[in-house]
T-cell receptor, first 114, second 109 residues
Framework: DAMVIQNPRYQVTQFGKPVTLSCSQT?????MYWYQQKSSQAPKLLFH???????NEADTPDNFQSRRPNTSFCFLDIRSPGLGDAAMYLC?????????????FGPGTRLTVL | GQNIDQPTEMTATEGAIVQINCTYQ??????LFWYQQHAGEAPTFLSY??LDGLEEKGRFSSFLSRSKGYSYLLLKELQMKDSASYLC??????????WGAGTKLIIKP
């Protein structure tokens, strides 16, 4: 089945210790998104890629970086995690690039910062 | 500013019908999505409305009125597995997806 896969599902890191979250997709979609979601809040878009074109949201902290080495994979790097970065991180994909396309989500990675 | 409003929490009884409302104020409109999100899991797509009216999909229906900036999600024959958060999201004129905070639906036997 075509899908969006995120690894790991649960990640624990130390305050200030870099961490990388990964996302892969077998849907062959052009667009990949990274969202941060805290409990009982709306998902917050961090950045998205249309193919290799990177789009950073204006309020995404510099502490968050992303890489998309090919169509299938996308990574979220948190350079120096703080306690406030503990959240669910969601990867999503869509086919056409315009946001009228449905976004399909991976299962998420829950990040704990100790 | 852009805003999506949904009730924070609703409670309903198994087998009943519930309507979850969503109102929006956005810069332009290019469609409205409803997603279901179980606790600790990712959102899953339920419906998309871009024209006024009712879209029906089995036990779930979604309604849109663009002139009123209003949508609702109607869930019939509620089952315990329908306990989840329901998120409304609107695509604005820049094709940015604006998310609501979600409505937590609690189903009681």
């Amino acid at each position: 089945d075509a899908m969006v896969i995120q690894n790991p599902r649960y990640q624990v890191t130390q305050f200030g210790k870099p961490v990388t979250l990964s996302c892969s997709q077998t849907l062959n979609h052009n667009v990949m998104y990274w969202y941060q979601q805290k409990s009982s809040q709306a998902p917050k878009l961090l950045f998205h890629y249309y193919d290799k074109d990177f789009n950073n949201e204006a309020d995404t902290p510099d502490n968050f970086q992303s890489r998309r080495p090919n169509t299938s994979f996308c990574f979220l790097d948190i350079r120096s995690p703080g306690l406030g970065d503990a959240a669910m991180y969601l990867c999503a994909t869509s086919g056409g690039g315009g946001s009228t396309d449905t976004q399909y989500f991976g299962p998420g990675t829950r990040l704990t910062v100790l | 500013g852009q805003n999506i409003d949904q009730p924070t929490e609703m409670t309903a009884t198994e087998g009943a019908i519930v309507q979850i409302n969503c109102t929006y104020q956005t810069s332009g409109f290019n469609g409205l999505f409803w997603y279901q999100q179980h606790a600790g899991e990712a959102p899953t797509f339920l419906s998309y409305n871009v024209l006024d009216g009712l879209e029906e999909k089995g036990r779930f229906s979604s309604f849109l009125s663009r002139s009123k900036g209003y949508s609702y999600l109607l869930l019939k024959e509620l089952q315990m597995k329908d306990s989840a958060s329901y998120l409304c999201a609107v695509t604005d004129s820049n094709y940015q997806l604006i998310w609501g905070a979600g409505t937590k639906l609690i189903i009681k036997p």
